[in-house]
């Protein structure tokens, strides 16, 4: 399992984004971020995304 915490991605939010895969996480926190963090598509550039996945961490 992959995971990576809101907080760890510099949102202050306390929420775990949990996946099989670095794609998978990487896609659950760009729609949590879309849901809870009123964040658009355009807001998500490929540096950030870049970013995340340097972040990502197996348990």
């Known amino acids: 399992m992959k995971t990576i915490s809101c907080?760890?991605?510099g949102f202050d939010c306390?929420?775990?984004?949990k996946g099989e895969t670095e794609e998978e996480v990487l896609n659950n926190?760009?729609?949590?971020?879309k849901s809870h963090?009123?964040?658009?598509?355009?807001d998500i550039t490929?540096?950030?995304k870049e970013k995340i996945k340097g972040?990502?961490?197996?348990?």
Request: aromatic letters at 4%; charged letters at 40%; zero cysteines.
């Open 7 to 9: 907080r760890e991605a």
């Open 14 to 17: 306390d929420y775990v984004v």
């Open 29 to 33: 926190g760009i729609e949590h971020a």
């Open 37 to 42: 963090h009123n964040m658009k598509e355009e």
């Open 46 to 48: 490929d540096e950030m």
């Open 55 to 59: 972040i990502i961490h197996s348990d």
